[in-house]
């Protein structure tokens, strides 16, 4: 245990942490696909949403034709104010197509849509639905710090579980990546970036204010794409991170669509574009070699922090997945940032009466 402050206001839980936050002025958003619905995971998470007595639960859902029937269907058998949005219905696609809004889907452009639909709120608490250890005052914890100087909240924690460390994308890919990057820059958004314990977290706060005004990336990216809007809206001063303790997330495959790999190559672009945004130019053409030894680095440091906790540690097979991770480093491509809801002209009205249309067609 720790008490130590970093360059943005860290929030401790010593044990028992549960602020209380009027939480009828907050919105929770959900992001969830298909695999997601049913599972022991986001049945813990759904029925603890009825203690938190939140102004509404959005739950943006990517899912198949012949599942989303099934899946709202489950959903509302939880005691909470649930308000289903099947991301990729007809009826939805269909409207941001018509404002020049379509392309590629994913986690970014789900949670972009729900906040068409967050209501008459203050704050917004985002949280995956794939977490095994959720409790209910997680979600006070994020939202806690907006009530004071913060308007942008971080959820960090210990990725072990069955005697091994998890979060190897944060551990082998953005950590060395952003040190690497530190190392030949002086520059306030690396630091930014680095001062997060665990800037990969599916779980974060922020006002809604802030929210509407981020550009957000439609597919992997989404959490460090928020930071880069964070840092260019609040900056250190406005933002905070939060213990949430040891959270257990289901684990994804390395191969794959929504595998390690090609999640690598959506972070990996995100950052480089944040900092680019930010007036860095980074030295592409020897950035992947420099990262992979720095890379290697953290591997070794992971290793004896392991060996010292008696985990299971598989140095030879965290190398190969800083090689994998190395190949997704490199200029970022064309900009395929939604924009701020604020600055479109899509009204929150179509999107609920689309979502609608979508759910009562639903078979």
């Known amino acids: 245990m720790d008490y130590t402050q970093e360059r943005i206001a860290t929030l401790h839980d010593y044990g028992a942490a549960d602020p209380d936050i009027p939480a009828h002025r907050a919105a929770l958003v959900v992001p969830m696909t298909d695999r997601d619905a049913g599972s022991l995971s986001a049945d813990r998470l759904f029925s603890s949403v009825s203690d938190l007595q939140v102004g509404s639960v959005v739950v943006p859902i990517r899912a198949p034709p012949g599942r989303i029937r099934s899946i709202v269907d489950w959903l509302m058998d939880f005691d909470a104010p649930l308000q289903p949005l099947w991301c990729n219905g007809p009826a939805v696609t269909s409207l941001v197509a018509d404002h020049g809004l379509d392309g590629d889907g994913g986690k970014g452009r789900d949670v972009w849509l729900a906040l068409g639909l967050l209501g008459d709120v203050d704050v917004v608490a985002f949280h995956d639905a794939d977490v095994r250890t959720h409790e209910a005052r997680d979600v006070r914890k994020l939202l806690a710090p907006l009530g004071g100087d913060a308007s942008f909240t971080k959820a960090y924690y210990a990725r072990v579980k069955d005697g091994r460390l998890y979060g190897r994308l944060f551990r082998l890919l953005y950590e060395p990546l952003v040190a690497t990057l530190e190392r030949e820059h002086a520059a306030r958004i690396l630091a930014y970036l680095g001062a997060f314990r665990y800037a990969l977290s599916g779980e974060f706060a922020m006002t809604t204010d802030l929210a509407t005004g981020m550009r957000i990336p439609p597919q992997w990216g989404l959490e460090v794409g928020m930071l880069g809007e964070a840092f260019r809206t609040v900056g ?36 480089l574009r944040v900092v680019e945004d930010a007036g860095i130019d980074p030295a592409y053409d020897r950035l992947a070699d420099r990262y992979e030894r720095t890379a290697r680095r953290y591997v070794r440091q992971y290793g004896a922090d392991a060996r010292f906790n008696g985990l299971s540690y598989d140095e030879s097979a965290e190398r190969e997945q800083v090689r994998v991770y190395r190949d997704a480093i490199g200029a970022p491509g064309p900009d395929h940032r939604l924009p701020a809801w604020s600055e479109t002209d899509l009204e929150s009205e179509a999107l609920r009466a689309a979502t609608r249309t979508d759910l009562d067609r639903a078979q």
């Open 236 to 271: 250190f001063d406005g933002t905070a991170q939060v213990d949430l303790g040891r959270y257990e997330h289901d684990h994804r495959a390395v191969s794959g669509p929504s595998g390690l790999s090609t999640m690598a190559s959506g972070v990996a672009q995100t950052v």
